[in-house]
């Protein structure tokens, strides 16, 4: 090898790779105290002289999906999703047409749903997310996600995500940081749009699961999952997610609701710099205004700590010039 | 920016970056057809002109670990650990004096031990691996790693690693394969040496896990290990395990025993080209000989359905130079 060589290319890289001072990293985003919390916080970690460096390998950043990084109002996609499945699925389940909460979503009575609680979803996502492979439930999931829009802003689901986070998960990692989605959604659901999406692949997705069981049918070795919830990723859920799958404490944690408030705790607890955040949906003009009282995605115990644990409430109304990307 | 610059740099890189042609990627591979069924293999899913092309988020890599990247015989690294663990805190435990496994552990009486099956191996992990908070663990198990010799080899358990293997995993990366841990060691305690022994990330291990919990002591957030078995990633588990923390089917899967006989079917029933491969335990000189009747890694079905599957039986005696990395 001609060491001549390899010193210019170093040499020359590093030169091109210098950001012009003038370069908004995240343009999206107004100037204010949040993004001032979020450049200062990357500079201070990624300064190798300052005494707040964190190596690379512990660069590790978890996004809540719902609400978060995609739009998760009036309903969460996914729960949309399992709602037309019960529609698809009902000739074969001729109980439903009696039987709450299935009743309740073929006769688009969200009420009569919204009154069958958690245990009546758990129902309604075991009734359409189980009693397939694996490839199976991808197929039924993503020809779903390719086609279904969304009513008010006539979009694909996918397409519904927010402009700001893309931009912050780009700076991010060109920082050094690994990052990850920590949600409540099913895992095997997310992954369909994350990679596309966000530029997450697949593995660094952290969510709810369905136990699943390894059968060779047929003399084909598949995976199939089974009616019964393997791991809940909410709440108290969500640091244990991260310890099981990511092994680390991450650094910087984003979420938008009370649901996120164990796994930003968790996060900002860490030693050294730690950087927690929440969306605060106050933009019913571009998206959804929507907090303490939420029916989704309620925002309320973490609102009334942010001041004293060092939280950042980021006003979608107000730190972000534009919601979703150009079409 | 100058685009002058840019060219050059690109020029220069692509420049570098050609590997003479008598380069050998796998110096510690003697020539033979497991060396030829891997590079062929590679070859064939990373030129993008030819039939058999395989996008790079599709190019996962997994390998299980005790037996297939480091030495298991005669006892898996981490049950050893766990032994020793036993006798620290026997102290605390006067009962074990005369309770199995437990007494067997404290007398070096590993007959007795082995006597006590699979139920007392699990006793002995759930007293000696649970209990705690997710970073005391880490803590004992790193200084034990840090700290304990392999009688014969007179080496760290961490330095007992395969050179051919770390070739094989740095040469998957730059063709850009992602490459992952499935083996059915507990992946807190495997992750505490992958990325420094092999370049893997922590989030890419996967492994076998006890409960957790959040909880927060004394005001500090905390995870805490729980005395109950929340996932076996071994066997049929290993698929499972690959659905539910990568999500997707590798393309490349190595292993060494029947324990990863359902990985490697699982991988090499997929669509398109797989390569499935296991280590076969032949060096008593250099390492250790055992196979069928090993009371570890026992490779037995495996073997005999090898010739039928298409699947790839690399002898360490035979097609490894080395077996270590030099001091």
């Not at 986070?165 to 994350?194: D, N, P, W």
């Not at 966000?198 to 390894?214: A, F």
């Not at 089974?226 to 099981?244: C, H, L, R, S």
């Amino acid at each position: 090898m001609n060491f001549e060589y390899v010193t210019t290319v170093v040499t020359l890289a590093a030169f091109v790779a210098i950001p012009c001072a003038a370069e908004d990293v995240l343009p999206s985003w107004n100037d204010g105290l949040a993004k001032t919390a979020i450049l200062e916080f990357v500079a201070a970690v990624t300064d190798e002289s300052g005494g707040e460096y964190v190596e690379p390998s512990e660069r590790i950043a978890v996004f809540d999906n719902d609400g978060t990084l995609w739009v998760e109002y009036p309903m969460y996609t996914q729960a949309l999703f399992a709602f037309d499945r019960v529609k698809q699925l009902a000739p074969q389940h001729p109980e439903w047409k009696t039987q709450q909460p299935f009743k309740g979503v073929l006769e688009d009575d969200m009420k009569a749903v919204g009154a069958s609680g958690m245990k009546g979803l758990m129902e309604i996502i075991m009734a359409t997310h189980s009693g397939m492979t694996a490839a199976e439930f991808e197929q039924e999931a993503s020809d779903w996600l390719a086609t279904t829009k969304q009513p008010r802003f006539k979009r694909l689901y996918s397409e519904l995500i927010y402009q700001p986070q893309l931009e912050l998960l780009a700076y991010l990692r060109t920082k050094g940081f690994k990052t990850f989605i920590v949600s409540g959604g099913g895992v095997a659901f997310m992954r369909l749009m994350t990679e596309r999406a966000y530029g997450i692949p697949r593995d660094q997705v952290v969510g709810s699961s369905v136990v699943s069981e390894y059968e060779v049918q047929d003399g084909k070795p598949v995976v199939v999952r089974k009616p019964e919830m393997n791991f809940i990723d909410d709440k108290a859920g969500k640091p244990v997610g991260i310890y099981q799958h990511i092994g680390r404490r991450p650094i910087l944690a984003f979420g938008n609701s009370d649901g996120d408030m164990e796994m930003i705790e968790f996060t900002t607890a860490g030693k050294g710099r730690r950087l927690g955040l929440f969306v605060h949906h106050t933009d019913a003009e571009r998206e959804y205004a929507y907090d303490r009282r939420g029916h989704v995605g309620r925002l309320d115990t973490s609102l009334d700590r942010a001041d004293e644990m060092g939280w950042i409430i980021v006003s979608m109304k107000d730190d972000w010039k534009t919601v979703f990307p150009n079409r």
